[in-house]
C-alpha cells in the first residue's frame, strides 16, 4: 500500500509561485511511477507533469516551462510551479502507479493523495 501526503498548496497571485510537495511511503519511488495531476471545479482532472520511473518527465503543454517536477532521496516529490496563471487554479493531487509510466493520463494511476488547493488570483 502506498500513502501519499501532499502539501504547499495556497493563494498567490498571478505571475508567482509555489512549490507542492509530496510524501510518499519508503521507497516509493524505486518502483513507483508519481504524477501530478490537477481538478478545477466542474472540470475534468488533468495530468499536469509525470516522473516516470526511470526518470523520464513529461509535462501538460499548458504548464511546460512554467512547472518543475523533482525528487529527492528522502522519498519526497516536488512540483515548483512558477508564473503562476488564474487558469492554474485547482485542487493538485499527487499519485503514483507501479513501474514504467509517463503517461499524463490518469487513468493507470492507482495511489492518489488527499490533494493540496491553489488558487491563484489576477
Known amino acids: 500500500q502506498v500513502q501519499l501526503v501532499e502539501s504547499g498548496g495556497g493563494s498567490v497571485q498571478a505571475g508567482g509561485s509555489l512549490r507542492l510537495s509530496c510524501a510518499a511511503s519508503?521507497?516509493?519511488?524505486?518502483?513507483?511511477?508519481m504524477g501530478w495531476f490537477r481538478q478545477a471545479p466542474g472540470k475534468e482532472r488533468e495530468g499536469v507533469a509525470g516522473?516516470?520511473?526511470?526518470?523520464?518527465v513529461t509535462y501538460a503543454a499548458s504548464v511546460k516551462d512554467r512547472f518543475t517536477v523533482s525528487k529527492d532521496n528522502s522519498d519526497n516529490f516536488y512540483l515548483q510551479m512558477n508564473s503562476l496563471k488564474p487558469e492554474d487554479t485547482a485542487m493538485y493531487y499527487c499519485?503514483?502507479?507501479?513501474?514504467?509510466?509517463?503517461?499524463?493520463?490518469?487513468?493507470?494511476?492507482?495511489?492518489w493523495g488527499q490533494g493540496t488547493p491553489v488558487t491563484v488570483s489576477s
Open positions: 519508503r521507497n516509493t519511488y524505486r518502483r513507483y511511477s
Open positions: 499519485a503514483a502507479v507501479m513501474g514504467w509510466v509517463s503517461t499524463l493520463s490518469p487513468l493507470p494511476y492507482n495511489y
Open positions: 516522473m516516470a520511473r526511470d526518470g523520464r
